[in-house]
Every structure is written in structure tokens, then in C-alpha cells.
């Protein structure tokens, strides 16, 4: 009998020990992995950020999101980190100081006129514009299924800068040659869950399009160092740049003004264009993601017009919010294989610093 009461105090002993390594476990998980099927959108965050007068920039509860889980938004934030190994082997330019900058600027105006594919894609065409007076559209489906895994996991993620090099290694065909594919647009749906990565099929859609003959090419591939200085001076003479930053809870919740992180868990990276910065009329700095129009808004999102400030938002400048200031790449654009294409267009030499 003694025995028998001795196993039953043992295993309860085991039972309790095996509940309280299980609590462990679970409060070792991080929050958002604990809530992947929770709504994003959360009345409380709109009401928080809201109610703040210091916060600077107002929430809503956006459409874009409305049946969106915690787990399906941090599918969208696609940018992997770089590798340590990489960064070693990446150009960082730094401008010199002595350029007198303006207040306000948004390379949209007299120019032309994103997972990290959109973003990157987006940025090479403005600087075709900027350099070459060419007023283009490249593929973002050529990078995203063509890259490989040198560029990471296409839908499922990616490295901003191996966009880059891959302009550099084999060039970007345009839109008109291999369009994106999915015919709704700006929402982007091939980077939301249930769509996956499309295959390189290397053959323009339209079959009087050669595909290496819609090639465009970059010159470098590099980045810029972390002073909000030298980013403004690249964006002046060179065009947009494409910037990854930390995307937290609140920030599925920006209606408009300058964002700065208030509340929320971690939930992952996202890659955007970024095109000019401005003064906000409280005396707040921000850079600025690009909008449909040609209104001060000026940091692009692909999360469609339904999200933020019409589809784009303005972001705290000088503090590294987010780590927006930290990882800045882009390139330059290349005149190779412009020559028998763009007879009009004055591609005798590529562009330089």
C-alpha cells in the first residue's frame, strides 16, 4: 500500500513538473506568435494613439486590413535581413556636406510622372527618369520569380539590396514585356498568403517583345550611409531610394500625419520607396512615401489606396525611427542595351556620381 501512495505522489510530482515546463515554453514564445490568428486591427490601438496629443499622427480602423489576422499581416512584411557576411562586400556612400538642401522635396515633381521587390523595381524607374529622361515601367514579376534564391523567397521574402544586384548581374525586363502577375494592381495580391512566388519563364507576354532586348540594367549596387544628410542629397541628384524599417502593431492602423511607433508588438520588416522629406506644420521632420498624386505625401507603399493616407505615409526624420535612416540601398541606372531601343534618348555614357 505504501508503494502504491508513493507512485501517486510521484506522478503527481511529474504531472506538476511537466505543467510548469509547459508555462515556460509558452511564456517564452514571443506575443505575436501567441495571437497569429487574433485581428490586426484593434479598436483599443486606434483609440490609444488617438487620444494622445503627442503622438503626432492619427489611427483608423483600414478597410485594407479589415479581415486581416496577425499572422496574414506579417506575411506581407517581406524584407529579410541583410546577412552579416553581405554587408562587409556592400559600397557605402557618404556625401560630402556642403550641398545647400531645400526644406521640402519630392523627386516625383519635374521628374516623372512593394514587398521588396515593388519597392526596388519602383526605385530603378524613377532614376531611368531622372538620368535618362525615360519615363518607364519595369517588371517586379521578373525580379520576384526570376532572382531566385539569391534574392531570397520571392513572395515569402526577400533582401532589399540582392534586388539590386540582380539589376547589375541580368537586368529587369519591363512591365509591358512580363506585367505582374495578377491583373488587380496596386493591392499586390501575389505578395499576400494564398498566392505563391510565380515561375521565370523568361518570354515576354507579348510576343513581339524579346525579352533580352527589354532588359534594363543597373550600374552598382549600394548603400547610403545612415546620416539623414547624405540620404537627402542621394534622393536630390540620383531619385528615390529604396529603405526597409521595423513594422510594429500600430502601424497597420496609420490614417495620416507623421508616424512614430507607439504601441504594439514586433511584427516584422517592410521595404518602400522612399522620394523626398518635408517639415510637418507642427515642426515635425519626416520622410515622405509616395502617393498617386502629385500632393506632399511622399513614401511608397504597395498596400493599395484604401490603407494610410491614401495608400502612402510620412515617417519621423533625424531619429532613425523604425530603423528607417539604417538600411538604405539603391544603384544607379545603366545605358546598356538602351541604345537601338531609345533612339530619341541620350544614352552615350551611364549614370555617375
Known amino acids: 500500500m505504501a508503494s502504491i501512495y508513493r507512485g501517486r505522489i510521484w506522478l503527481l510530482i511529474l504531472v506538476g513538473a511537466l505543467f510548469t515546463i509547459q508555462l515556460q515554453v509558452s511564456a517564452a514564445k514571443p506575443n505575436h506568435q501567441l495571437k ?9 490601438i486606434v483609440k490609444l ?16 486590413f479589415a479581415n486581416y489576422t496577425v499572422g496574414q499581416f506579417v506575411h506581407l512584411l517581406g524584407v529579410k535581413p541583410t546577412p552579416e557576411g553581405d554587408l562587409k562586400s556592400i559600397p557605402v556612400i557618404t556625401h560630402k556636406e556642403g550641398m545647400e538642401l531645400p526644406k521640402k522635396f519630392d523627386s516625383r515633381l519635374g521628374h516623372c ?42 513572395c515569402d521574402g526577400g533582401y532589399p539590396i540582392s534586388a539590386w544586384r540582380y539589376f547589375v548581374r541580368t537586368g529587369v525586363v519591363t512591365e509591358e514585356c512580363d506585367p505582374y502577375f495578377d491583373d488587380i494592381g496596386c493591392s499586390h495580391p501575389g505578395c499576400e498568403p494564398a498566392f505563391p512566388t510565380p515561375q521565370c ?9 524579346l525579352w533580352t532586348e527589354s532588359k534594363h540594367f543597373g550600374v552598382n549596387a549600394y548603400r547610403i550611409s545612415s546620416d539623414p544628410y547624405s540620404i537627402m542629397v542621394e534622393i536630390l541628384l540620383n531619385g528615390p531610394v529604396e529603405v526597409s524599417f521595423t513594422v510594429y502593431e500600430d502601424f497597420a492602423h496609420y490614417k495620416s500625419g507623421v508616424y512614430k511607433h507607439i504601441t504594439g508588438d514586433e511584427m516584422g520588416g517592410h521595404a518602400v520607396k522612399l522620394i523626398g522629406w518635408g517639415t510637418s506644420d507642427d515642426g515635425e521632420d519626416y520622410w515622405s512615401h509616395l502617393t498617386f498624386d502629385s500632393s506632399v505625401q511622399l ?10 493616407d491614401d495608400g502612402y505615409f510620412k515617417i ?32 552615350s555614357r551611364d549614370a555617375s556620381f
Open 316 to 347: 519621423r526624420r533625424g531619429t532613425n525611427e523604425c530603423g528607417i535612416e539604417e538600411d538604405v540601398v539603391t544603384g544607379l541606372p545603366s545605358s546598356k542595351n538602351l541604345i537601338h531601343k531609345y533612339g530619341s534618348v541620350d544614352v
Open 113 to 154: 510622372g512593394s514587398c521588396w521587390a515593388f519597392a526596388a523595381v519602383e526605385a530603378l524607374s524613377d532614376r531611368f527618369c531622372t538620368h535618362f529622361g525615360m519615363n518607364i515601367s519595369l517588371s517586379v514579376n521578373d525580379l520576384l520569380a526570376c532572382c531566385g534564391f539569391m534574392c531570397g523567397d520571392g
Open 49 to 64: 494613439i488617438n487620444d494622445n496629443v503627442q503622438a503626432g499622427w492619427k489611427a483608423s480602423m483600414s478597410p485594407r
Open 201 to 209: 519563364e523568361k518570354s515576354c507576354k507579348k510576343k513581339n517583345l
Open 299 to 308: 513614401l511608397a507603399n504597395q498596400w493599395n489606396r484604401s490603407w494610410g
Open 36 to 44: 497569429l490568428n487574433s485581428k490586426i486591427l484593434q479598436e483599443p
